[in-house]
């Protein structure tokens, strides 16, 4: 009965990761892959997966957060996403 109590546990905080948006998440990668162009394909392609989830204050924390976060990652592309997804999200 234990083990069935865990595993739904796990199961519901699976389920609530993917469906919210962690800017956490988002930092983590960022500040975590030396290569910029691996690490703007990873931010595009989490703002892809995720970005839509993200309400206007998440997306705004990233905004002003990118270019220490990014580095030299942070370009035009990325900015056009979160701009979208901003009008988006309204």
Known sequence: MKWLLIIICTAALIVSAQTRCSVSEFYLLATTLHDPL????????WLHTN????SP???IVIWNNLPMWA???DNEVIRQQI?????KSK
């Open 51 to 54: 970005g839509s989830k993200c």
């Open 71 to 73: 580095g030299t990652a």
């Open 38 to 45: 691996e690490r703007h394909k990873k931010l595009m392609q």
């Open 83 to 87: 701009i979208f997804l901003f009008e």
């Open 57 to 59: 204050e998440n997306l």
